[in-house]
């Protein structure tokens, strides 16, 4: 009997050993595979090329003349007009520009130099003349300056002549405007000297034909 459970026990060993290598023989491990990765390639950037803008030189209508100022180009014109203060100022409003007053010494000798152009061209002997601008004082002791609003608000345009500016009156009235005096070449010498300010009074009209103004604008 213990013979035949010895056998029955070897049996069931035997079997169970036998499972358990089939069982190993049939199990498969899969594979490791990685994934696959392309290289990664990237383009080089490249800016928008842009051109260089060219700023338009400013530029002035037919007839004007370009000067330079603080606030850039400027435009005179010399007219001729036997014109007070306020009516100069009119007169170069409807030209659409202003009476103008001069911010360098340059400048105000190129309006000496239109003037006397100008004056040139007058069928009268008479070799002096003036030119109404932009340059006044709020009163006999006030400071004298630029007033036509396109300027540095300097003083380097006020160029005066011998005993400029003065405080003196003429006909009882006080000279709170300033005036551009011209001669022409070979002209007799007299006390004013030509391209140089001088005082007089702003309300008075020239009744001759060798008055005449100064209009400004910006340049465009």
């Excluded at 056998?7 to 358990?20: D, E, F, M, T």
């Excluded at 260089?52 to 037919?62: F, G, I, M």
């Excluded at 002096?128 to 608000?153: H, K």
Aim: net charge positive; with cysteine.
């Amino acid at each position: 009997m213990r013979f035949l459970s010895f056998l029955l026990l070897i049996g069931i060993s035997v079997l169970v050993a036998s499972q358990a290598s089939k069982t190993c023989r049939t199990r498969t491990h899969e594979p490791v595979t990685e994934p696959i990765t392309e290289p990664i390639t990237t383009k080089p950037t490249t800016k928008p090329t842009t051109k260089p803008t060219t700023k338009k030189p400013a530029t002035c209508p037919s007839g004007w003349t370009l000067v330079q100022r603080s606030i850039g180009g400027w435009c005179i014109r010399v007219f001729n007009g036997m014109n007070n203060q306020t009516e100069s100022m009119k007169a170069c409003q409807t030209r659409g520009a202003v009476l103008s007053g001069a911010e360098s010494a340059s400048e105000l000798a190129v309006m000496a130099a239109l003037g006397r152009e100008l004056l040139a061209t007058s069928v009268s002997n008479w070799q002096y003349g003036t030119l109404r601008m932009a340059i006044e004082r709020p009163n006999v002791n006030g400071a004298w300056r630029v007033t036509d609003g396109n300027n540095n608000g300097g003083t380097a345009g006020l160029v005066w002549g011998p005993g400029e500016p003065n405080k003196d009156k003429l006909a009882y009235e006080d000279k709170n405007c300033a005036m551009l005096f011209l001669a022409l070449p070979g002209a007799p010498p007299t006390v004013r000297v030509h391209g140089t300010l001088q005082t007089f009074i702003c309300h008075i009209t020239w009744f001759d034909m060798l008055r005449g103004y100064v209009c400004g604008r910006r340049a465009t």
